[in-house]
């Protein structure tokens, strides 16, 4: 497999349920990042790993956990979603997270998330 | 933080034609990059184009280009001989050279072509 990869691709889940997106990328990238995109609205960065330590939380409630065991691996647990939190969730990586140099980040297709 | 506007939310062109799509961002830094990001419908978001700040020579990928005034912090981007595989959502993105894990996505603009 090449590129970035999600799973799965479509879950549904009710508010009490626990479920877990995973990510993998294959490009030897040292970051890797969790978006969330809604409708009519920018890209929302959540989460942001560079080498393995999380270097971004932006504020996301804590019914999203991510993990990150090494660099080609980033999983986002759910737990108790609200049906506000329905959205595509994206993940993407990138070389680094240095300011200098494109680093310009690769994306998976998505995990198309409802919340019932 | 910095914040990216597409004014377009949707655009149509018609087949072989050129369209350009806008977009502005806000910043007070002097360094950054700025890329525009393909979405087409149900498939991966793709890198279409970038540029750095600091490069006066707007950056040019086949049919794709872009025109990137500094000063007025606008980056469009122009596609040329527009094909059906150009349909999809254009995202403007703009990464600071100072704070590198932040990227700020515009809102988006939708492309249609029409044959």
């Known amino acids: 497999e090449t590129g970035v990869t999600q799973t799965p691709r479509h879950l549904v889940m009710g508010m009490t349920n626990k479920k877990s997106l995973k990510c993998e990328q294959h490009?030897?990238?040292?970051?890797m990042y969790w978006y969330k995109q809604s409708a009519k609205k920018p890209l929302e960065l959540m989460f942001v790993y560079n080498f393995k330590e999380q270097t971004e939380n932006n504020s996301v409630p804590s019914r999203f956990s991510p993990e990150c065991p090494n660099s080609s691996h980033l999983f986002l647990h759910l737990h108790t979603l609200q049906p506000e939190d329905s959205a595509l969730y994206l993940c993407a990586s990138s070389p680094g997270t240095s300011g200098r140099g494109y680093n310009e980040q690769f994306f998976g297709p998505g995990t198309r998330l409802t919340v019932l | 933080a910095q914040t990216v506007t597409q004014s377009q939310p949707e655009m149509s062109v018609q087949e072989a034609e050129t369209v350009t799509l806008s977009c502005t961002y806000d910043t007070s830094e002097s360094d950054y990059y700025l890329f525009w990001y393909k979405q087409p419908p149900s498939r991966q978001m793709i890198l279409v184009i970038r540029q750095e700040a600091y490069k006066q020579q707007n950056a040019t990928e086949n049919r794709f280009s872009v025109n990137f005034q500094k000063a007025a912090k606008s980056f469009s981007l122009k596609i040329s001989d527009s094909q059906l595989g150009d349909a999809a959502m254009y995202f403007c993105a703009y990464r600071s050279w100072n704070t590198g894990n932040q990227f700020y996505f515009g809102t988006g603009t939708s492309l249609t072509v029409i044959p």
């Open positions: 490009l030897g990238h040292n970051a």
